[in-house]
């Protein structure tokens, strides 16, 4: 499934119950068509004691979001916004912000 945003972005979730929430992708899951973004959609996972983590209890993770319900944030305007392609003579492809035309990609 392709995933319009990548790891490093910054979004904004723009449906759900999260609606509202701005943060960076930390994880993109093609295959799901989902994201991880950081500081949204925290569940408590029961973690049980192993090797690498000596306490077991509950912590605090991101779980992964629908990618549809999140849309850039245009580090220009600041606002989330539909990306537009452009491309290079060169035959790369670049984002752009629909909104403003300003290159997303640096
Ligand atoms: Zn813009």
């Known amino acids: 499934m392709k995933v319009h945003v ?9 449906s759900g119950k999260h609606k509202g929430k ?8 093609p295959d799901e068509g989902r994201v991880v973004v950081e500081g949204v959609n925290f569940v408590k996972k029961h973690q049980r004691p192993t090797n690498k ?8 993770k991101e779980a992964a979001i629908a990618s549809s319900a999140v ?3 245009c580090p220009k305007c ?11 003579e ?17």
């Open 90 to 106: 060169d035959g790369r492809s670049i984002r752009v912000c629909s909104r403003c035309g300003d290159v997303v990609d640096k």
């Open 22 to 29: 701005k943060g960076k992708v930390t994880r993109v899951l």
């Open 71 to 73: 849309m850039l944030v």
């Open 6 to 14: 990548r790891k490093g972005d910054n979004v904004m979730v723009v």
């Open 53 to 60: 983590v000596m306490q077991g209890g509950v912590v605090d």
């Open 78 to 88: 600041n606002e989330p916004t539909r990306l537009a392609h452009k491309d290079l």
